[in-house]
Each structure stands twice: as C-alpha cells, then as structure tokens.
C-alpha cells in the first residue's frame, strides 16, 4: 500500500455561512441564522463528531471547513495524496446530493444504464428527465498545476464512496478512472501524485466530474494549493541597493499550522499579512422559525429565464411562464441552467466578513471561486452611512480609491508590479517612481477577475487613521459578462464583497520591513525564461447552441412560450420555419467548444462546434510551443483554461463574425496580464491568442471555467502526443528499456487514456507500439 503525504477525504457537514452561532459570539452580532450543510476537504484521519459545526478552533484537530484548508507546497517536492470520497452518512450509506442533477447532460452516469446512444455505460447523455439521487461521483484537479496526466482529475476518472449501499449494476469508477500508484487499494479513493516543478504561485483544487462539476463545487469541496519557492519564489531579498530581480520583502507571514489560530486567536490573527481570499457567490434557502438554513442552487431550468417553471417549484414569484416540453419531450434539459447568479457574497466560508487590519501591508491572494460570476473588484474609503444610516448599505458614501498592487496572477509573479484602479493599471518600474497609466478598454474596468483567475496583491492601508473601514466592491454584472460597459452588481448585496477596519493596536514591529510596491522588483520567469515561437498556429472555436426542434416565442409578461416542437433529430428547414411563424430557436441548449471545418458544399470556411465525445482535435507533440487562437462566436466572455501548460497571452484582436477575418490591429494583453497563466478571458466577437509549451504526455482537458458551461459540452479533451520518433516517456532524457517497460505498464491503463502513446499513427495503442519503441531502442535510441 503506497504511502501518502496526505490522505484527504471530502465529507458532510454543517457550517456557520450565514450570521449567527460562532461568528455572533466572536463579533457581538444578534442576528441568528442556524449552520448550513455544506461538503469539503479535510484530513481523513480527523474525525467529525454528531451535531458537528466548522468552524472551529484548531486544537480540536479537526480539519473540515468550507473552503477547505490551504495546501502548502515546495517547489520541485513532490506531494502524494490519497483522495478519498467520503460522501456516506454514519452508517455507512452513501448521501445523495444537495442539489437536483440533470441526467440529460452528458455527465458521469454511475447507473451505467439509459444512455441517449442506446447503450449501457458510463460518461454519457441520457433521456432521463428525473434528479439523479444515487451515490455522488468526485475527482479531484488541482488547478493550475504542472502534473501527470494520472493525477489531473480527467472528467471521466471520477469514483464513488466506499458505501454499504452501492445499487446493484452501479459502476464505482468512471470510465477513465486511474492512479498514480496503482497499488493503491483503499476503496472509494484514488492515489495521485503532484510533481510541484513549477515556480511559486496560487492554486487551488476543487472537484472536475464530468457533468456535474458545477453542483459539486457550489456545494464547497475547493481550496488553495500554494506553491512556494524555486527560482522564482517569493522569498525576496531588499539589499538597499539598485533594483535587481527579486528585490524587495512582501508581506507577510501567512497562517501556519502550529503556529496559531487566525479565526479563534486574535493574538496570532494580529500577525498575519498574508490571507488567501476565495470570492463566491451564493445563495440559502431559510426557515424563519426554526432558522435553519440551506443552500439552494436551481432545481430546473426556468431559473436562468427569470421565470416560473409550469409544474414545478417556484422559483421567482411573480414573474411569468417558462411552458415548453423538456428532454425527452423536446432537446432542452430541463434542470441545467446555462448560468447561475446568486445574491450573496461569501468569502471564505462566511457572508460579507470584515477584518480588523492594522495600517500596513497586506498581501492577499485573490481567487474568483463563483460558477458563474465575472468579478469586478476595486477598494474605497467608506466617508459615511447613507440616509438609512446603516453601515453596509446600498447608499453609503464612497470616498478616495485605495489601488490594488498587483504582483502575480495565476502562475507567478508579474514581469513588474501594476497599480490598478477603476479605469487606470499603471506599472510601477520597481524604483520609486510611477510609468504612465494604461487605460483598459473601459472606464469601469478595475481588478477584473473571470471564474477561477487569481490575482495576488498587495493592499497598504499605511498612514490610514483609526477606524478607517475600506470596503472591497465588486461592480461586473448579476448576470452573463460580455465586456464592459455592462450593468453593475446590485450595490447593496453582491456589490459589496467584505472590509476592512483599520486598528492601530494590531500594528506589528515587522509591519516596517514589508518593501512598498513603488520599489518592489520581481522575479518574474515570463521575464527570465520567454517562451519560444510556436511551431504551430492552431484555430479553435467558441459556441452556444440553440434548439433544433423547438421554436419558442416570447411574450408581453416575459413568458416564454412554444410555437411548435419538431420530432427528433429536426428538420433542416426548422430555423426558416420557425423563423416565420414569429418565433426562435429555444436557446441556449448548451455551449460548446469548436474548430473550423471546410463546407463539402460550398467550400467556405465555418466553425464546428464540437461535443465531449467527438474525436480528438487538439494533440499537440510532446515539447512543441504552440498558439492558440480562439475565436468567439457567442455573446458572452468566457474563462478559459486548459489544464496542464501555463500560457502567456499574446494579444486579442476583433474578427468579423461572418468572415472570421481579423479586423485592424491586434491588441496587447492588460499589464496585469502580462505573466504566466492558466486562465484567460475570451471576449465576445474576439480573436485571443494564447501561447503555450505542452510539454508532458497524456491526456488532458482544455473548457470554460464558466461551470455550467463545461458541465454541458463546453469541455473538450485534448492530449499531448508522444513524439514517435524520441520516445522518452520517464522523462530521464534517454530513449531506452524504461521506457519500454513503461509502455508496457500502459498497456493496462484505460484505453483512452493510452491515446497520447500511438507510437506508429494507427490511431490505436497496443503491443505494436511497444514493438516499435523496442525498435529505437535496439537501433540506438538518441538521447533526447
């Protein structure tokens, strides 16, 4: 049995989210809201008693909390966990889920029954309109990271707990499932293994299971996984001299086990000058007299309209009809939402926190952990209350701007530290001086964040007087992003995100050492290590699809209505039909990933939307450098992340939708876009330009960080190929026995999985690639 670092487990518990229980007694509050359940990561080992409530203090050794604790790493030290679902009740059973789960998507299908193909398996669509209530399927990612392919958290290698009560014919694994050490046989778990060879920057985890992610994750299993150290660390060195790379001390120190307590030990919470920040966005279901409370997440389709679902619960009181045929009646699902907006802001763990901040430097590691929400963060000086004058309102008076100090992003640091505030990011040369202000392509532009960038910063709150309060805002829209200008976030609820309270008291003597930003100088390896040209220039697509059979219409009250309801598969004349009746394609039923094809009839280009299963597109050979350009076709801005490589972003540049020909000038990314990252904004009627090395072989994904929009097609899989004619698959940079034997060791993993190995372009992988990798061998094989 191999042994692990960790061994984690995601459970069932109740949390204080809302106000009330732990967070009154600490802070003298009176309102009173019962704990939420929730699910998470923590230490398997820690044992969760009855009536159980996180948090709470760190010396009752238990580990689960919401979000899950921070992972810390080394870099080039390699970390073994065990992940364990861990989702069954006190006897054993295993717990179905929080939140109604749509079958009619391509999703995990632990039934291994009913597929929409006439099969029996799992990882498919089904034509089953009723909520999944069996067992929960989890894999983990941690994103961002430079890892094997065994340890990515392949949609399709997810598992389900080790439950007394498994349904019979139920399938425990997905069908890719597989290990970094196979002779992990711990059930209801998966042994995987995180090389950590990349410089220092701000990860996190969360679960990846095919078609459900977007549940699994509102329903809170995600946490930070910090890397630390290597060439381009964060331990930095002020010699007093002329700037030179990594020159400067940044804030610090961050929590540590052992150390102290940050919620439950004001002491020790005085010290700290670090603090991962995880943004989300939620909303509860509340029961007045008993005052328990839940989370709600949609339950059908209607949600995303605004409006009520005929036949079903009442989602928005008041408003009009959602009254059209669902899968198996028409092709729309009847519980996926295209998107989901909610009407809280919850950071890390709890509803509008505020922290008591002594008047120094702060480095917060910035993570938008929304399904769906783009965030627009910036920081200003509450002057006074607003009429009502209740602090916290929607109509308290904003005064100066106090600027973010960006120094990294997703994958490090910056090539140098940027100031951003509202419609300005200016560069600071790392000498005390100031460059000239870069306008972003909007006045209202500030720290904007789409789903799961990260942005680390620092805020210096020096010089600021007692009991000044500084609130971070967030103004992107309660609703699908699509650039700026755009509406703004309902000021008095998800417009306001936490804020801070300035105490002279919590000032510390090493507050003094933190360099200010003006001066710091960054070991940036975007700077040091440039990636090379690409030897390839690839075309990819972005795309909402509509319904090929029902033609709706929309009424006065908002009602949306059917005009007719083709039989499956459709009718080519459909759209013309629908047209002319006065109606539209139902839409969106589902987004999708695409590249561009050659109509057979007219010999024009068009773009091909692509499903999960279609053949591969996108296999890179191991070691080559290649630029992405993605086109987007829809109306809103996508977050995109391919798992695996850390990118640069080149440019972006308008196209002509109709003749996918650039237009004018291609633009440079935003300065606090100019390191290394894992996720970028794709902007509507845009072509932008990612540059990446995929250097490492297997199978990966590449989606929308939108949840709801990977969990329906938005996700392709995408693998990097060996290079058949140098073969190094141990990475020892030799071509020889081990490599054989590796390749034999694969001959047992899951088929697909084996893609990247097919060694002599059959499209197959078996003993014939392995014969002609014996073949280099004996010939000589080249040092690589």
Known sequence: ?????????????????????????????????????????????????????????????????????????????????????????????????????????????????????????????????????????????????????????????????????????????????????????????????????????????????????????????????????????????????????????????????????????????????????????????????????????????????????????????????LDIPFIPLSDISPIWNPEAFFNTMVVNGSTWPQLDSAPAKYRLRLLNGCNSRTLNLALFVVTGPGPDAIMGTADDILGQEVPFYQIGSDQGFLPQVVMVQTGLYTPLPGDGTMAVAVAPPDPQQALLMGPAERADVIVDFTGFAEGTIVRMINTAPDAPFGGFPDAKADPGTTGQVMQFVVKQSLLQPDDALATSPLNLVLPSERVAMPLPAPARVRQVTLNEEESAQLCVQALPDGSIVTIFNDPPPGDPTFLARCTGAGGVPMAPRAAKLGVFMTDPMTGMSMSMPMMWMDAITEAPVVGDTETWEIFNFTMDAHPIHPHLVRFEVVDRQPFDMMTFAPIGTPFPPQPNEQGLKDTAIAYPGQITRVKATFDRIGLYVWHCHILEHEDNEMMRPYMVKANPALPDFNEDGAVNLLDVLFLLKRLSSPAGTNLPYDLNGDGKFNLLDVHRLLRIVVTGGRPV
Not at 4 to 9: F, G, K, L, S, W
Not at 36 to 56: C, H, K, L, M, Q
Not at 143 to 149: F, K, L, T
Not at 260 to 275: H, K, V
Request: charged share 15%; proline share 9%; aromatic share 12%.
């Open 1 to 321: 049995m191999p042994a692990a670092d960790y061994n984690v487990a995601v459970r069932q518990f109740r949390q204080q989210i809302l106000p009330g229980g732990v967070w009154n007694t600490l802070n003298g509050r009176t309102d009173a809201f019962g704990a939420t359940t929730v699910w998470s990561y923590g230490r398997a080992e820690d044992v969760i008693p009855p009536n159980f409530v996180a948090p709470v203090p760190l010396a009752s050794k238990i580990s689960f909390n919401y979000p899950a604790f921070t992972v810390e790493n080394t870099s080039g030290t390699m970390n073994r966990v065990r992940w364990i679902n861990d989702l069954v009740d006190s006897s054993g059973n295993y717990l179905p889920h929080l939140f109604a789960v749509d079958q009619t998507i391509h999703w995990a299908n632990p039934s291994a029954t009913g597929c929409s193909d006439g099969t029996n398996r799992t990882d498919c669509r089904t034509m089953n309109p009723n909520p999944y209530t069996g067992p929960v399927p989890i894999v983990v990612h941690v994103h961002g990271s430079h890892v094997n392919a065994k340890s990515d958290g392949y949609p399709e290698a997810w598992w389900l707990p080790a439950a007394k009560n498994i349904p019979p014919g139920f399938a425990k694994r997905g069908s890719h499932f597989d290990q970094f050490d196979t002779r992990n046989n711990v059930r209801g778990s998966a042994f995987y293994a995180y090389e950590n060879d990349q410089p220092a920057g701000t990860l996190w985890y969360h679960d990846h299971s095919l078609g459900i992610t977007r549940a699994n994750v509102y329903a809170g299993p995600a946490g930070f996984w910090l890397v630390r150290g290597g060439t381009y660390g964060d331990q930095f060195v002020d010699d007093g001299t002329t700037p030179a790379a990594s020159d400067g001390k940044l804030p610090g120190p961050a929590p540590r086990v052992g150390l102290g307590d940050p919620n439950f030990d004001p002491l020790f919470r005085a010290t700290i000058r670090e603090i991962p920040v995880v943004i989300q966005d939620r909303s509860f279901d509340y029961d007045p007299v008993t005052k328990a409370t839940k989370l709600f997440y949609p339950s059908n389709r209607a949600f995303f309209e605004g409006l009520n679902a005929l036949g079903q619960r009442v989602e928005i009181p008041g408003a009009g009809v």
